[in-house]
């Protein structure tokens, strides 16, 4: 068994929430969304949570400060790798939030992955941060993305975290579900938090936690008070 942890952190505005929690919990993988590059060691030098792969998606206007996606671990990585699946950024772009046009025009949408061996078991562990669209709903880039996201996963032994910006129930999160089991719990309706998101408390179920059918996923449950939206844990098992 692993303990694994998702969490789109909203940059560095709750680093000091996000590390006292990894601190509670202890996980051994951690996959972080919207994590800015400069605080990765800050992280790891309070964890053990010592191994790191970050892909970056973008600069963020607001200080200049590059972030993306990142998996941490505290058991050193047998593979790692990305894949860019949408946007016309390469990671070094200011991201643009004007409009949805421009976000895609200087954002980098893709998979990180990693392969490790947690307690003899065998794991492959990726993360994402899907395109936004507003009040969620779908749009054409985003049919397209997750048509070329469900191409590079749809053959793979994997668990898939990640922030999706498309609510379950929709035309995105369902396509994610066809391709990989989708372990949050049914009666779960939002992963938004409803004291720390700047919209308040949308109903909005946009977190995703998926695995394939070699994988077992137990006890999942959402933790709020950290960021924007809730980190999602769970235990997972290899086959």
Known sequence: MAYLITLNMERSKHLGRVIRFLLEKNPDIVCLQELVAGDIDR??????????????MAIH???S???GIGILARERF????A?????????????????????LATGRYAIA????????QDLRIATTHFPWTPEGQTSGFQSEAVRRLTEIIRKESIILT????APRGGPIFEELAVTLKDCIPAHVTTSIDPKLHRAGPLQLMVDGLFASSDYRVEDVRLHAGLSDHKAISAQVFSA
Request: hydrophobic share 25%; aromatic share 10%.
């Open 43 to 56: 992280i790891s030098n309070a964890t053990d949570l010592r191994y790191c792969h970050y892909v970056q």
């Open 65 to 67: 400060l590059p972030f």
């Open 162 to 165: 990640g922030d999706f910006n």
């Open 113 to 120: 992955r990693v392969r490790l061996v947690i307690n003899r």
């Open 83 to 103: 894949t860019t699946y949408a946007g016309a950024g390469e990671g070094d772009s200011t991201f643009d939030r004007s409009s949805p046009e421009t976000r």
């Open 78 to 81: 047998t593979e790692t790798d």
């Open 61 to 63: 206007p607001l200080g």
